[in-house]
């Protein structure tokens, strides 16, 4: 259950990039939430690798619309990692300008589902520090209410989008 919520929270929060914030960054305000955060992203990425730097320049020179040229490259930047920890869900979540409290109040709790779906994942579950190397052991509850946990974030991450994304298209 906790390793396809997790996924399924991944998948939406990559939908979302791939759909809403393109949209965000051409139609939005030039100091909106999402569009610093887009400025600053590339400002520090081309600032710590003059190699990206020059590449992009290469690439916005010779395309016909720089802007969606670097939009794009941002996109995949965004995108091309699997958001597999509290930190990388939250991390997105603020290149929407959305706050991490609106989204959770359980920090830790969100922690610790993360580190026991990475467990699962790339450690099968053993416990190593048990005898005959067990497998860790956890409750149906702690499944149902980690997994709900996800639901209710994925939710709140899909409404914050679609409220600026509609405040956008309104103004």
């Known amino acids: 259950m906790l390793v396809f919520a997790s996924s399924g929270l991944d998948a939406l929060i990559k939908q979302l990039v791939n759909d809403a914030l393109p949209e965000l960054l051409a139609r939005g305000e030039r100091d909106s939430g999402p569009t610093a955060r887009f400025r600053d992203f590339v400002r520090e990425k081309i600032e710590r690798d003059e190699k990206l730097a020059a590449r992009l320049i290469a690439e916005n020179v010779t395309a016909a619309s720089p ?20 930190d990388q869900v939250l991390q997105i979540a603020s290149f929407f300008d959305i706050k ?72």
Do not use: P
């Open 67 to 86: 802007q969606s040229s670097t939009i794009q490259w941002y996109i995949r930047e965004l995108t091309s990692n699997s958001l597999q920890s509290k």
């Open 100 to 171: 991490s409290n609106v989204l959770t109040d359980d920090f830790d709790g969100l922690k610790k589902l993360f580190d026991a779906r990475n467990e699962i994942i790339h450690e099968m579950d053993i416990n190593f520090t048990a005898t005959n190397r067990n497998r860790n052991q956890r409750t149906k509850k702690f499944a149902v209410e980690s997994t709900n946990h996800l639901f209710a974030i994925a939710e709140k991450f899909l409404s914050e989008v679609d409220n600026l994304c509609s405040s956008i298209s309104q103004a």
